[in-house]
C-alpha cells in the first residue's frame, strides 16, 4: 500500500496551451472514418459496397471508443474548465475577490491541461500500457490534494483487453472525482485485485448519501453502463455522514 498525493505545475501560456491540444485534435481526426471519395460512389458500386461493410463493421469498435473519449474529456478537462471559467467570470465582476479565488481558478486549469495531456498520451500509448499503471495515473489525478491509498494485489504487467482496461480506469476514476468533488472526503482509498475476476474498490469517507434518492447523472449511468457491456456489476453502498464504497467486478 503506498500513498500518493498530487504538486501544482507551472502554467504555460496560451501559446504553450495551444500546442498541448493541438496532437488531441490530431488523434480524434485519426480515429475518424475516412469518407468515401465521390468518383467511387459514381463510378464503383462493388468499392463502395465494400467501403460501407467496413464502416458496418468498424462501428461498434468506434462507437466504444467515441464513449471512451468523452468520459475522459468529462472527467479530466471539463468540469476544472467549467470552474475555472465560473471563477475567472466572479473575479471579472468583482475583483475585490480575486486574492480568494484566483488560486482555485489557476489550480482548475492546471488540472484541466494535465488531463488533456493525459488524454493525448493515452491515445498515442493505449496500446502499450498494462492496466495497473494507466489506473494509478489516473486515480493519482483525480485525488487532486485529497490523501489517497492505493492497495493493488494484481502485478504491474498484468494486461487485459482494451475495453476492459477502458471499464476499469473511467470507473475509478469517477468514483474518485465524486469523492473529491461531491463528498468532502478527508481520504480515499482504492483497491484492485484480480482472484477469479478483476474487483476495483473506492472507499471514501466524505460525507455520503442515500443512493435511493439519486437518480444517477453522466458520471454514475455510465459507470454502471461501461461494467455492463462487460457482463460486469457496480455495487455502490453509502449513508449520510457513512461514506461511500463502490465496488466494481468484471469478468
Excluded at 501544482?8 to 490530431?26: D, M, Y
Excluded at 472526503?185 to 485485485?193: D, E, F, K, P, Q
Excluded at 435511493?212 to 455502490?236: K, N, P, T
Amino acid at each position: 500500500m503506498s500513498a500518493a498525493h498530487n504538486g501544482g505545475t507551472e502554467i504555460p501560456g496560451s501559446e504553450q496551451t495551444e500546442a498541448a491540444l493541438r496532437p488531441l485534435r490530431g488523434q480524434l481526426l485519426a480515429a475518424a472514418p475516412s469518407p468515401v471519395p465521390h468518383d467511387r460512389r459514381r463510378g464503383g458500386g462493388q468499392e463502395h459496397g465494400r467501403r460501407l461493410a467496413d464502416l458496418q463493421r468498424a462501428d461498434p469498435r468506434l462507437s466504444h471508443e467515441r464513449r471512451r473519449i468523452a468520459a475522459d474529456v468529462h472527467d479530466l478537462v471539463m468540469q476544472d474548465v467549467a470552474f475555472a471559467l465560473a471563477t475567472a467570470r466572479e473575479i471579472a465582476g468583482n475583483p475585490a475577490v480575486a486574492e480568494r479565488y484566483a488560486a482555485a481558478a489557476v489550480a482548475a486549469a492546471e488540472r484541466a491541461l494535465t488531463g488533456a495531456r493525459s488524454i493525448v498520451s493515452e491515445l498515442s500509448h493505449r496500446h502499450r500500457r498494462p492496466p495497473v499503471m494507466v489506473l494509478r495515473e489516473s486515480v493519482v489525478l483525480a485525488a487532486r490534494a485529497t490523501p489517497l491509498t492505493l492497495a493493488i494485489v494484481v502485478p504491474d504487467d498484468s494486461f487485459a483487453d482494451e475495453t476492459t482496461t477502458d471499464a476499469l480506469v473511467h470507473i475509478a476514476r469517477e468514483a474518485v472525482t465524486n469523492a473529491v468533488k461531491h463528498a468532502g472526503a478527508g481520504a480515499i482509498h482504492v483497491t484492485l485485485s484480480r482472484p477469479d475476476e478483476w474487483h476495483l474498490g473506492v472507499h471514501d469517507d466524505g460525507r455520503g448519501f442515500d443512493p435511493a434518492e439519486v437518480r444517477g447523472g453522466f458520471g454514475l449511468d455510465s459507470c454502471r453502463r461501461h461494467a455492463e457491456e462487460l457482463g460486469g456489476r457496480v455495487l455502490l453502498t453509502s449513508a449520510p455522514g457513512e461514506g461511500t464504497a463502490v465496488q466494481v467486478y468484471l469478468p
